[in-house]
């Protein structure tokens, strides 16, 4: 279907993308669930087919991260990340993670695992404790914490802010005998006193909800990812795997304008 928004995304393919940057891209749920941040099977499967076909880099955010503490990000750098850590993530998701070979991270809630979670009105089975250890076994995919109780970490006390953070850094540490130093700000809240929180549990790389590129020289405590959902063709997602999600806010904030409130 013709729109103006996918007339825009199909003209930015026409241009080079920037050198040394990367798109850091965030799935929630991989169903056929009619909630806004819901990626159907069949959509995700183009998708990732679309990386391979289209000679992307899909790489873990530790490889990501060692690219940029080398000082130079390879062109068409993208990775996938899941959010919350729903079931889906295992049954929907990691079948067409494996065939296309595209690594991911999924950060996940630990206070819910094995149960249900409320997502956009709807409850949702999520990932148990057999699942995140066969998921990060399979060295394709990578576990990392998203707080315990996904809280808005910008409306409770910063002990309170270290402790959700430090609590479910450790839990999966131990879990999944790993070291843990990356990690996702629920909601995508955060500021200078959550950043000092997270710092202090020795996480060296957060993720925040604001769209656009990861570049050299960003503050690694609140890097750039584009959320995904069930309104994105395939041409929008191959041009946001490109240039980021171009948003009225980013528009706004790449021409210095603050609109009035």
Not at 63 to 87: A, H, S, W
Not at 93 to 110: D, H
Request: hydrophobic share 35%; charged share 20%; with cysteine.
């Amino acid at each position: 279907m013709f729109t103006f928004k996918n007339l825009t995304y199909s003209l930015t393919c026409l241009f080079p993308q920037p050198k040394n940057v990367a798109v850091v891209v965030t799935y929630h749920t991989i169903s056929d669930s009619g909630v806004y941040n819901a990626v159907s099977p069949k959509m995700f499967k183009e998708q990732m087919k679309l990386l391979r076909k289209n000679k992307f880099n899909p790489v873990l955010l530790s490889e990501l991260t060692r690219m940029i503490n080398d000082g130079g990000l390879k062109p068409k750098t993208v990775c996938v990340t899941f959010d919350d850590g729903f079931m889906d993530n295992y049954t929907n998701a990691f079948p067409i993670l494996k065939q296309y070979k595209i690594p991911a991270t999924i950060f996940v809630e630990t206070c819910h695992i094995g149960l249900e979670s409320e997502n956009q009105g709807e409850m949702f089975p999520m990932l148990g404790k057999g699942e995140l250890i066969k998921l990060q076994d399979s060295n394709l995919v990578s576990i990392e914490p998203h707080t315990v109780h996904h809280p808005r970490l910008t409306k409770i006390s910063e002990n309170n802010m270290y402790h959700e953070v430090r609590q479910s850094k450790d839990y999966l540490e131990r879990l999944l005998n790993k070291k843990c130093e990356h990690f996702a700000y629920p909601y995508g809240l955060h500021n200078k006193t959550v950043h000092q929180a997270v710092s202090r549990t020795g996480i060296r790389y957060a993720y925040t909800t604001e769209e656009g590129f990861v570049r050299l020289g960003d503050d690694t405590i609140e890097l750039n990812r584009n959320s995904m959902n069930r309104t994105i063709s395939l041409r929008q997602f191959e041009s946001i795997c490109l240039f980021g999600k171009f948003s009225q806010k980013r528009l706004f904030r790449a021409i210095g304008f603050t609109p009035l409130s």
